[in-house]
């Protein structure tokens, strides 16, 4: 949301988390959207801890290697829309009276102080007015977020030292929902979960707006930590065991004795990622207003995006779990053209928080912003 220049430059979508980064960047062209630019590059322990820079010096260099050794065509600009950590973040939708936009600018920092966790001078402010499913006669809905100055501050910091003039700026649960929700089709309650390489993220949108999103400590990761530790290999023997047979156990080909005891090392922490998503569904469903209510109190479908998604089974496990539809995300259903499946291969779906970055220029086709 946090917006310094208009959008109009030539730009790219960049994701940063503890552990990787990825860069994405679109055209437009008369068939559609087209990926013409992609990479994904490993961060190395101790540069990024739970979303607070440590080392802006090794980031930079690293963000600048990965813009220079993108893969399809050379990014050409050096305006990006980037990611800042959504652990780092707060979001509340608030009612305001009916009232101008100036009246807004100098009103809606004065109501956040009531929601805000943090002290007000600390932290960057921005919202947006969310379209109404009903017309209020007095009352407007407005999103709120807040991030600490000083986590905002170093990333724009960092990216200076690559090179980079940051246009836009915002939290992975944004990104995630323009990828993910089809245009005009975000009324009714859509819940989606992002299982990453470091957490997972629980994610709901409603009338044109996030509505609710919270961080889950579950991740990827904490499945090959458990294959590793379980099985006594190295992490990453543990990563490649974990990718070729997933939750599948016997009724894998050529499974060995290793791959049948994943379902066993694994399950239980699936299990309580299951447990987590239930308790903030029930959360939302007690606390939601009428309006953005869950049908019958239950979600109709969740979908799931994240490259810890793409774990063979998982959709099978999830569902009988959360007895909910599960359905794998597709970061591509605003594209007309679907194109870019054939530039990247593998791993789209770790790609839908960048891709969702880099939509922000095509107002005319997201969830848009300001």
């Not at 008369?30 to 440590?54: H, M, R, W, Y």
């Not at 990453?236 to 990718?243: P, Q, R, S």
């Not at 979600?299 to 995006?305: D, N, T, V």
């Not at 870019?340 to 107002?363: C, D, E, F």
Request: charged share 25%; glycine share 6%.
């Amino acid at each position: 949301m946090f917006k310094f220049l208009p959008l109009e430059e030539e730009a790219f979508g960049l994701d940063i988390n503890d552990s990787s980064l990825k860069i994405v960047k679109l055209r437009k062209g008369s068939g559609g959207f087209a990926l013409v630019s992609f990479n994904e590059t490993k961060i190395a322990p101790d540069i990024i801890e739970e979303g607070v820079i440590k080392d802006e010096a090794a980031l930079a260099k690293i963000i600048k290697s990965a813009c220079d050794t993108v893969k399809g065509k050379k990014l050409g600009t050096k305006y990006v829309i980037a990611s800042l950590p959504e652990e780092k973040s707060f979001l509340q939708v608030i009612q305001m009276p009916k009232m101008s936009q100036e009246e807004l600018n100098l009103s809606v920092p004065l109501e956040a102080e009531n929601y805000v966790p943090m002290p007000i001078d600390n932290v960057y402010l921005d919202f947006q007015v969310i379209k109404p499913i009903k017309d209020y006669l007095n009352n407007i809905e407005v999103l709120i977020v807040a991030i600490p100055k000083k986590i905002v501050d170093s990333y724009v910091s960092c990216f200076k030292k690559a090179g980079l003039v940051p246009l836009a700026l915002e939290i992975e649960s944004e990104a995630i929902s323009r990828a993910l929700i089809k245009k005009e089709t975000g009324m009714s309650p859509s819940i989606m979960v992002d299982f990453g390489e470091n957490d997972a993220d629980f994610i709901v949108f409603s009338g044109s707006s996030i509505r609710f999103t919270s961080s889950i400590p579950i991740s990827s990761k904490s499945l090959t930590e458990a294959v590793s530790q379980s099985l006594k290999i190295s992490f990453k023997e543990a990563e490649e065991l974990k990718i070729e047979y997933g939750l599948l156990g016997k009724k894998s080909k050529g499974h060995s004795k290793s791959a049948e005891k994943l379902p066993d090392i694994m399950g239980p922490i699936l299990k309580n990622l299951a447990e987590q998503i239930k308790k903030y569904l029930n959360f939302y469903r007690d606390h939601s207003s009428y309006e953005y209510l869950l049908s019958d109190g239950k979600a109709e479908k969740i979908f799931f995006c994240g490259g810890g998604s793409e774990l063979k089974g998982f959709t099978d496990f999830m569902y009988k779990e959360l007895n909910i539809p599960v359905e794998l995300g597709d970061p591509l259903v605003n594209f007309q053209s679907k194109k870019p499946k054939s530039i990247i291969k593998n791993g789209l779906l770790s790609y839908t928080s960048v891709i969702g970055l880099a939509l922000r220029q095509t107002n005319d086709n997201c969830w848009s912003n300001k």
